[in-house]
């Protein structure tokens, strides 16, 4: 089974664009989290959508956006790009929300490294 | 506040050496979840263990073990007889149980393992 796989893998825009980051979850996962990493940091929360809806989200400006679409994939969306953007980008899935465990065991993807210049 | 402390930022130890790795959390939360993951250079997390705050036994995975004190509220990962392969960057987590299920992450130790 294909894992969570993410797209553009690599990315450079300028100040003040729009970036869109797109995420397919493992086959069956309903949720998708957004993490923010930035070099040197640990992943930072976003978004977590569960059955299209967004069920939370992190300390971060109206600039970043998510959706979920009916086939469980899922967009991060920033606009008015600022270097301070500049990150890897990792989306994550999960079974349910919570998993039937209560868990939430989150499985990554690779990530989209954004460069803003 | 819910918080993930990794003191150790990096660590770098010769193959076969055995190594742990410190995780310190603070939450108010009653139930939670730690986790461990490994982040090699591709960038990709990898999930290696979870542990629910119920749960205080200890575990032996292979080569790899974990120590959980609630006491302490600290979470501990110890490699044996480490491989270069093991050479990533190591994050401790912390979820709650209820609400949103966002992790918090500690600031990852870089364990480089030289051959």
């Known amino acids: 089974d294909a894992g969570v796989t993410q797209s553009p893998t690599h990315l450079i825009k300028t100040r003040g664009q729009h970036v869109t980051l797109r995420c397919s979850p493992i086959s069956g996962h309903k949720s998708v989290s957004w993490y923010q990493q930035v070099l040197g940091q640990g992943p930072q929360f976003i978004f977590q959508y569960y059955e299209k809806e967004e069920r939370g989200r992190g300390n971060f400006p109206d600039r970043f956006s998510a959706r979920q679409f009916p086939n469980y994939s899922s967009e991060l969306n920033v606009n008015a790009l600022l270097l301070g953007d500049s990150a890897l980008y990792l989306c994550?899935?999960?079974?349910?929300?919570?998993?039937?465990?209560?868990?939430?065991?989150?499985?990554f993807g690779a990530g989209s490294r954004l460069t803003v210049l | 506040a819910q918080k993930v402390t990794q003191a150790q930022t990096e660590i770098s130890v010769v193959e076969k050496e055995d190594v742990t790795l410190d995780c310190v959390y603070e939450t108010r939360d009653t139930t939670y979840y730690l986790f461990w993951y490994k982040q090699p250079p591709s960038g990709e997390l990898v999930f290696l263990i979870r542990r629910n705050s119920f749960d205080e036994q200890n575990e032996i995975s292979g080569r790899y073990s974990w120590n959980f004190q609630k006491s302490t509220s600290s979470f501990n990962f110890t490699i044996t007889a480490s491989q270069v392969v093991d050479s990533a960057v190591y994050f401790c987590?912390?979820?709650?149980?209820?609400?949103?299920?966002?992790?918090?992450f500690g600031t990852g130790t870089r364990l480089k393992v030289l051959a």
């Open positions: 994550a899935s999960s079974l349910g929300y919570p998993e039937p465990s209560g868990a939430n065991v989150l499985t």
């Open positions: 987590a912390l979820s709650p149980t209820s609400g949103t299920y966002k992790y918090i």
